[in-house]
Protein backbone atom coordinates (compact mmCIF):
# COMPACT_ATOMS: atom_id res chain seq x y z
CA UNK A 1 0.00 0.00 0.00
CA UNK A 2 0.97 3.54 -1.02
CA UNK A 3 0.88 5.79 2.15
CA UNK A 4 1.34 9.98 0.95
CA UNK A 5 1.75 12.32 4.10
CA UNK A 6 0.06 15.35 3.65
CA UNK A 7 -0.91 18.92 5.03
CA UNK A 8 -4.72 20.53 3.78
CA UNK A 9 -4.03 21.83 0.50
CA UNK A 10 -0.33 21.96 0.59
CA UNK A 11 1.65 20.80 -2.09
CA UNK A 12 1.40 17.39 -1.20
CA UNK A 13 -1.82 17.72 -3.02
CA UNK A 14 -0.26 17.51 -6.54
CA UNK A 15 0.29 13.59 -5.33
CA UNK A 16 -2.90 13.31 -4.21
CA UNK A 17 -4.59 14.22 -7.21
CA UNK A 18 -3.10 12.29 -9.56
CA UNK A 19 -3.43 9.32 -6.94
CA UNK A 20 -7.10 10.03 -7.27
CA UNK A 21 -7.22 10.74 -11.31
CA UNK A 22 -5.46 7.10 -11.46
CA UNK A 23 -7.57 5.50 -8.41
CA UNK A 24 -5.04 3.61 -7.37
CA UNK A 25 -4.81 2.50 -3.77
CA UNK A 26 -3.27 4.18 -1.04
CA UNK A 27 -2.83 5.71 2.22
CA UNK A 28 -3.52 9.16 3.41
CA UNK A 29 -1.89 10.92 6.18
CA UNK A 30 -2.85 14.32 7.02
CA UNK A 31 -1.03 16.48 9.17
CA UNK A 32 -1.24 19.80 11.18
CA UNK A 33 0.49 22.23 9.43
CA UNK A 34 3.59 22.63 9.91
CA UNK A 35 4.40 19.27 11.04
CA UNK A 36 7.96 20.38 11.32
CA UNK A 37 6.80 22.37 14.36
CA UNK A 38 3.71 20.57 15.20
CA UNK A 39 4.39 16.84 14.68
CA UNK A 40 7.95 16.70 16.00
CA UNK A 41 7.44 12.56 15.08
CA UNK A 42 6.75 13.26 12.04
CA UNK A 43 10.56 13.99 11.74
CA UNK A 44 11.57 10.63 11.98
CA UNK A 45 9.41 9.77 8.39
CA UNK A 46 10.72 13.10 6.37
CA UNK A 47 13.56 14.76 8.58
CA UNK A 48 13.17 17.99 6.38
CA UNK A 49 9.61 18.37 8.21
CA UNK A 50 7.95 19.29 5.03
CA UNK A 51 5.18 17.77 3.16
CA UNK A 52 4.52 15.39 1.11
CA UNK A 53 6.46 12.24 1.97
CA UNK A 54 5.73 9.61 0.00
CA UNK A 55 6.28 5.69 0.26
CA UNK A 56 5.43 2.86 -2.37
CA UNK A 57 7.66 -0.08 -0.47
CA UNK A 58 11.83 0.78 -0.36
CA UNK A 59 10.51 3.80 -2.88
CA UNK A 60 10.76 7.17 -0.45
CA UNK A 61 10.19 10.76 -2.07
CA UNK A 62 9.60 14.22 -1.33
CA UNK A 63 9.25 16.82 -4.32
CA UNK A 64 5.66 16.91 -5.02
CA UNK A 65 5.26 17.18 -8.80
CA UNK A 66 8.32 14.24 -9.11
CA UNK A 67 6.01 11.72 -7.26
CA UNK A 68 2.85 12.93 -9.75
CA UNK A 69 5.76 11.89 -12.46
CA UNK A 70 6.56 8.36 -10.60
CA UNK A 71 3.09 7.75 -10.33
CA UNK A 72 2.14 8.66 -13.65
CA UNK A 73 4.88 7.14 -15.16
CA UNK A 74 4.62 3.22 -13.61
CA UNK A 75 1.02 3.75 -13.98
CA UNK A 76 0.86 4.74 -18.34
CA UNK A 77 -2.53 2.90 -18.74
CA UNK A 78 -3.69 5.55 -16.38
CA UNK A 79 -3.23 8.06 -19.65
CA UNK A 80 -1.64 10.67 -17.27
CA UNK A 81 2.11 10.21 -18.44
CA UNK A 82 3.48 11.29 -22.25
CA UNK A 83 5.69 8.66 -23.76
CA UNK A 84 9.39 9.60 -24.27
CA UNK A 85 8.79 9.28 -28.33
CA UNK A 86 5.86 11.72 -28.18
CA UNK A 87 6.32 15.02 -29.83
CA UNK A 88 4.76 16.19 -26.22
CA UNK A 89 7.69 15.04 -24.30
CA UNK A 90 9.26 17.46 -24.09
CA UNK A 91 6.33 19.93 -22.92
CA UNK A 92 5.38 17.26 -20.31
CA UNK A 93 8.98 17.38 -18.74
CA UNK A 94 8.99 21.23 -18.96
CA UNK A 95 5.53 21.69 -17.46
CA UNK A 96 5.92 19.26 -14.73
CA UNK A 97 8.67 21.56 -13.59
CA UNK A 98 7.42 24.67 -14.44
CA UNK A 99 4.41 24.06 -11.78
CA UNK A 100 6.58 23.89 -8.95
CA UNK A 101 10.13 25.44 -9.78
CA UNK A 102 8.74 28.80 -11.73
CA UNK A 103 5.47 28.48 -10.65
CA UNK A 104 4.95 28.01 -7.07
CA UNK A 105 8.31 29.50 -5.97
CA UNK A 106 7.57 32.98 -5.79
CA UNK A 107 3.65 31.98 -4.22
CA UNK A 108 5.77 30.42 -1.24
CA UNK A 109 7.12 34.12 -0.67
CA UNK A 110 3.86 35.79 -0.62
CA UNK A 111 1.98 33.27 1.61
CA UNK A 112 5.59 33.47 3.87
CA UNK A 113 5.82 37.54 3.97
CA UNK A 114 1.94 38.34 3.57
CA UNK A 115 -0.02 35.56 5.57
CA UNK A 116 2.36 33.31 8.05
CA UNK A 117 5.14 35.36 9.59
CA UNK A 118 4.14 37.37 12.79
CA UNK A 119 2.52 40.66 11.50
CA UNK A 120 5.89 42.60 12.68
CA UNK A 121 7.66 40.56 10.19
CA UNK A 122 5.54 40.87 7.23
CA UNK A 123 7.10 42.49 4.42
CA UNK A 124 3.91 44.30 1.84
CA UNK A 125 6.99 44.90 -0.75
CA UNK A 126 7.79 41.25 -1.00
CA UNK A 127 3.83 40.40 -1.48
CA UNK A 128 3.71 43.00 -4.38
CA UNK A 129 7.00 42.15 -6.12
CA UNK A 130 6.48 38.26 -5.52
CA UNK A 131 2.79 38.54 -7.16
CA UNK A 132 4.20 40.43 -10.10
CA UNK A 133 6.80 37.58 -10.36
CA UNK A 134 4.09 35.04 -10.13
CA UNK A 135 1.62 36.92 -12.81
CA UNK A 136 4.58 37.79 -15.54
CA UNK A 137 5.56 33.48 -15.61
CA UNK A 138 1.95 32.51 -15.88
CA UNK A 139 1.77 34.34 -19.36
CA UNK A 140 3.82 31.27 -20.43
CA UNK A 141 0.55 29.53 -19.45
CA UNK A 142 -1.45 31.76 -21.27
CA UNK A 143 0.15 31.32 -24.41
CA UNK A 144 0.00 27.88 -24.08
CA UNK A 145 -4.04 27.64 -23.16
CA UNK A 146 -4.48 29.69 -25.99
CA UNK A 147 -3.38 27.30 -28.73
CA UNK A 148 -3.90 24.01 -26.69
CA UNK A 149 -6.50 22.80 -24.16
CA UNK A 150 -3.98 21.05 -22.01
CA UNK A 151 -0.40 21.90 -21.16
CA UNK A 152 0.84 18.12 -23.99
CA UNK A 153 -2.22 19.33 -26.35
CA UNK A 154 -5.72 17.66 -26.35
CA UNK A 155 -4.19 14.97 -23.14
CA UNK A 156 -4.53 16.06 -19.68
CA UNK A 157 -1.46 14.65 -17.96
CA UNK A 158 0.97 14.98 -14.84
CA UNK A 159 2.04 18.29 -16.09
CA UNK A 160 -1.53 19.93 -15.91
CA UNK A 161 -1.77 18.61 -12.26
CA UNK A 162 2.00 20.42 -11.29
CA UNK A 163 0.63 23.45 -12.84
CA UNK A 164 -2.82 23.15 -11.44
CA UNK A 165 -1.94 22.75 -7.85
CA UNK A 166 -0.33 26.83 -8.70
CA UNK A 167 -3.60 27.68 -9.91
CA UNK A 168 -5.68 26.48 -6.80
CA UNK A 169 -3.06 28.34 -4.60
CA UNK A 170 -3.37 31.66 -7.00
CA UNK A 171 -7.31 31.13 -6.66
CA UNK A 172 -6.71 31.26 -3.32
CA UNK A 173 -4.59 33.97 -3.13
CA UNK A 174 -7.08 36.10 -4.73
CA UNK A 175 -5.49 36.23 -8.10
CA UNK A 176 -7.81 35.00 -10.71
CA UNK A 177 -8.61 38.20 -12.01
CA UNK A 178 -5.52 38.87 -13.03
CA UNK A 179 -4.99 35.87 -14.98
CA UNK A 180 -3.62 35.98 -18.33
CA UNK A 181 -6.43 35.59 -21.15
CA UNK A 182 -7.34 32.12 -21.47
CA UNK A 183 -6.01 31.01 -17.76
CA UNK A 184 -9.47 30.90 -15.76
CA UNK A 185 -10.87 29.02 -18.08
CA UNK A 186 -7.94 26.03 -18.15
CA UNK A 187 -8.58 26.60 -14.40
CA UNK A 188 -12.14 26.11 -14.52
CA UNK A 189 -11.58 22.62 -16.49
CA UNK A 190 -8.75 21.26 -14.34
CA UNK A 191 -10.95 21.70 -10.96
CA UNK A 192 -13.81 20.57 -12.48
CA UNK A 193 -12.28 17.05 -13.05
CA UNK A 194 -13.64 14.22 -11.12
CA UNK A 195 -9.81 13.15 -9.56
CA UNK A 196 -9.94 17.01 -8.55
CA UNK A 197 -13.28 16.93 -6.81
CA UNK A 198 -12.02 13.35 -4.89
CA UNK A 199 -8.85 14.62 -3.63
CA UNK A 200 -10.67 17.39 -2.24
CA UNK A 201 -13.47 15.28 -0.71
CA UNK A 202 -10.26 12.73 0.27
CA UNK A 203 -7.98 15.58 2.11
CA UNK A 204 -11.35 16.40 3.99
CA UNK A 205 -12.39 13.37 5.19
CA UNK A 206 -8.66 12.79 6.21
CA UNK A 207 -8.54 15.96 7.66
CA UNK A 208 -11.58 15.46 10.01
CA UNK A 209 -10.69 11.58 10.78
CA UNK A 210 -7.11 12.82 12.08
CA UNK A 211 -9.15 15.74 14.44
CA UNK A 212 -7.46 18.18 12.15
CA UNK A 213 -8.97 21.57 10.42
CA UNK A 214 -9.95 21.02 6.96
CA UNK A 215 -9.62 24.54 6.50
CA UNK A 216 -7.22 25.32 3.71
CA UNK A 217 -3.27 25.72 5.05
CA UNK A 218 -1.17 27.18 2.23
CA UNK A 219 2.32 27.08 2.06
CA UNK A 220 5.33 28.27 4.36
N1 LIG B 1 9.73 21.34 -3.59
C1 LIG B 1 8.98 20.60 -2.61
C2 LIG B 1 8.59 21.59 -1.49
C3 LIG B 1 7.98 20.90 -0.28
C4 LIG B 1 7.53 21.95 0.74
O1 LIG B 1 8.28 22.91 1.06
N2 LIG B 1 6.31 21.78 1.26
C5 LIG B 1 5.74 22.77 2.17
C6 LIG B 1 4.22 22.69 2.11
S1 LIG B 1 3.58 23.24 0.59
C7 LIG B 1 6.10 22.44 3.61
O2 LIG B 1 6.09 21.28 3.98
N3 LIG B 1 6.35 23.49 4.41
C8 LIG B 1 6.54 23.32 5.83
C9 LIG B 1 7.93 23.66 6.27
O3 LIG B 1 8.72 24.19 5.48
O4 LIG B 1 8.22 23.38 7.42
C10 LIG B 1 7.76 19.96 -3.28
O5 LIG B 1 7.40 20.34 -4.40
O6 LIG B 1 7.17 19.03 -2.71
Redesign the pocket.
Known amino acids: MMTLYH ?1 MS ?3 F ?1 PLWTLEELQLPYELIVLP ?5 ISREYLAVNS ?5 AFRDGEVFM ?4 AISQYLADRNPTGGLSVDKTSPHYGDYLNFLHFG ?1 ATL ?1 FPQ ?1 LILRYGRFEPKDRRQSQIVEDYTKWFLSRLRRIGEVVRMRPYMCGNLFTAADISVGYALLLAENLGLRPQFPEGVGEYWDRLSARKGFVSAIAAQERAAIAAGISPELV ?3
Open positions: CARSRFPPRALGTVPTESSETTMNA
